[in-house]
């Protein structure tokens, strides 16, 4: 069993730029799939990015591609959401998420969740 621990999230500006970090414990984080997803008050959650065990295939979200990298760092079971030019529509909790398999926008494919970082972007 893998837990997952978001941090980074803060109050920021429009045009600032963020790093959330997702810490998770366990031996087996590299054998995961790491995804990212955001969820803005009254909304359902949406996928932000996904990478693979390897760091070696990434997906974005088109809306977001460009503005956010998502990264991994095996030997420190430490996956980043490298966020830039916030906009006040990127408002929302972000959560870090692990599966098995493979790439997948679906939140249901993923089984393991943080417990979210909540990322406020001022006008």
């Known amino acids: 069993h893998v837990q997952l621990v978001e941090s980074g999230g803060v109050l920021l500006q429009a045009g600032d730029s963020l790093r959330l970090s997702c810490a998770a414990s366990?031996?087996?984080?590299?054998?995961?799939?790491m995804g990212w997803f955001l969820q803005a008050p009254g909304l359902v959650r949406e996928f932000v990015a996904a990478?693979?065990?390897?760091?070696?295939?990434?997906n974005y979200a088109d809306s977001l591609k460009g503005r956010f990298t998502i990264s991994r760092d095996n030997a420190k079971n430490t996956g980043y959401l490298q966020m830039n030019s916030l906009e006040p529509e990127d408002t929302a909790v972000y959560y870090c998420?692990?599966?098995?398999?493979?790439?997948?926008?679906?939140?249901?494919?993923?089984?393991?969740w943080g417990q979210g970082t909540q990322v406020t972007v001022s006008s």
């Open positions: 990478i693979t065990w390897s760091g070696g295939n990434t």
């Open positions: 366990g031996r087996t984080f590299c054998l995961y799939v």
């Open positions: 998420a692990l599966n098995r398999n493979y790439i997948s926008p679906d939140a249901t494919r993923y089984p393991y």
